[in-house]
């Protein structure tokens, strides 16, 4: 089992930064892959931003390419996802999540990821 506990949300105006955080415990943090999905009110949930286990390679949703960088400290069991130029349409419940070997098949998929964080509301004004 892998608990995975977000934060780091909150309101912010246009053009601003937010940095979200998630911490995981249980097994080994290196051994998953990370992701970042979010979904809105009366929207599904979207895929937006994933690593792989090193932290070498990562993957974006192309909305957030340029403008969300996602990262991860091994270490310190976390990872990050760094957002800039915020715009009001990444308003949503972000919620960050674990994958194990699927991950390689489609970074993108929910369907890969075996555990899911209780998400961290982001509200961007305009």
């Known amino acids: 089992q892998v608990q995975l506990v977000e934060s780091g949300g909150g309101l912010v105006q246009a053009g601003g930064s937010l940095r979200l955080s998630c911490a995981a415990s249980?097994?080994?943090?290196?051994?998953?892959?990370m992701g970042w999905f979010r979904q809105a009110p009366g929207k599904e949930r979207e895929f937006v931003a994933a690593?792989?286990?090193?932290?070498?390679?990562?993957y974006y949703e192309d909305s957030v390419k340029g403008r969300f960088t996602a990262s991860r400290d091994n270490a310190k069991n976390t990872v990050y996802l760094q957002m800039n130029s915020l715009k009001p349409e990444d308003t949503a419940a972000y919620y960050c999540?674990?994958?194990?070997?699927?991950?390689?098949?489609?970074?993108?998929?929910?369907?890969?990821?075996?555990?899911w964080g209780q998400g961290t509301q982001v509200t961007v004004s305009s």
């Open positions: 999540a674990a994958a194990g070997a699927r991950f390689s098949d489609y970074p993108a998929g929910a369907m890969v990821y075996d555990y």
């Open positions: 249980g097994r080994t943090f290196s051994s998953y892959a």
């Open positions: 690593i792989s286990w090193s932290g070498n390679n990562t």
